[in-house]
């Protein structure tokens, strides 16, 4: 029986409202510590549907200047920004209007764009100019936000999808696969490296795959998620009960 062995903290609530609220909660921490210190902020959001509320609270939280934070994204969907499957359009409708965060301060993937690998290659440049690397050379976002899929999956690393193991760029093509349009995603690297993560999950059909990646013995190409046992900062993990069984 290998057991849990859950990499960094694991924070119970009662439902999705609460976790949206407590990541909410800590995402700000988060950024303010890193504002208070007299730098930018940075942060990269996924999508899906859980961290919605978590980004709508996120826009109206107390005493964060957001033209001092850059927005990055940790994966986009091959879809126009308007689609209501783009990760764009569901942060810019919760969070960067709610928070009115200045334009120069969206960096938005061009998941749209034809050449996926030209477009994450640009987007690749563009994080190391705005992200400080840290001392193996990786830009070391302050807070990212991750989700986990049913399959394990996060970001856009899917089961079974080669990418998870790609340490020598940070920003990666998906192609397309059986009812999944083509992605853009960051890397383990760039997840690992990062100050704080935050990942969310809520609802019970995310209690397996949270499993797999709790538990001690586990293959990341089978559950994408166990790249988080390597990361360097904190990892927080923030899950109705229902999802933490
Ligand atoms: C995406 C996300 C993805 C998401 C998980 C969980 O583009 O879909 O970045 O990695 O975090 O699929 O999604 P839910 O929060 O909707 O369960």
Same mark, same amino acid.
């Given at each position: ?43 990269? +959001? ?6 919605? !509320? ?14 001092? %934070?850059?927005? +990055? ?5 091959? &879809?126009?920004?308007?689609? !209501? ?15 009115? &965060?200045? !334009? ?11 050449? +996926? ?24 976002? !302050?807070? %990212? ?26 920003? &990666? ?23 704080? &993560? ?29 790249? +988080? ?17």
């Amino acid at each position: 029986m290998s057991g849990r062995s859950i990499p960094g903290t694991l924070v119970t609530v009662a439902d999705a409202a609460s976790a949206a609220a407590e990541a909410s909660s800590r995402i700000a921490a988060a950024i303010s510590d890193v504002l208070g210190r007299g730098r930018r902020a940075s942060i990269a +959001l996924s999508g899906g549907n859980t961290p919605r !509320d978590a980004y709508a609270r996120l826009a109206h939280a107390a005493g964060i200047d957001w033209s001092r %934070v850059d927005v +990055l994204w940790v994966d986009e969907r091959a &879809v126009m920004p308007s689609d !209501d499957r783009s990760n764009y359009r569901w942060a810019k409708a919760t969070l960067l209007d709610g928070a009115r &965060v200045p !334009d120069a301060c969206v960096h938005r993937m061009a998941a749209e764009r034809p050449d +996926l690998a030209a477009a994450a290659a640009e987007y690749e440049q563009g994080l190391r100019r705005r992200v400080m690397a840290d001392a193996d050379g990786i830009p070391a976002i !302050d807070a %990212v936000v991750l989700g986990v899929g049913d399959d394990g999956h996060t970001a856009s690393l899917f089961p079974g999808d080669p990418r998870v193991d790609v340490t020598n760029r940070l920003v &990666v093509a998906v192609a397309a696969a059986a009812a999944r349009e083509a992605r853009m995603t960051l890397t383990a690297p760039v997840l690992q490296h990062a100050h704080d &993560v935050f990942v969310l999950a809520v609802g019970a059909a995310k209690r397996p795959a949270l499993e797999r990646v709790w538990s001690r013995e586990g293959d990341v190409h089978a559950t994408p998620a166990r790249l +988080l046992r390597e990361a360097r900062g904190t990892v927080t993990w923030i899950v109705d009960r229902a999802a933490a069984g």
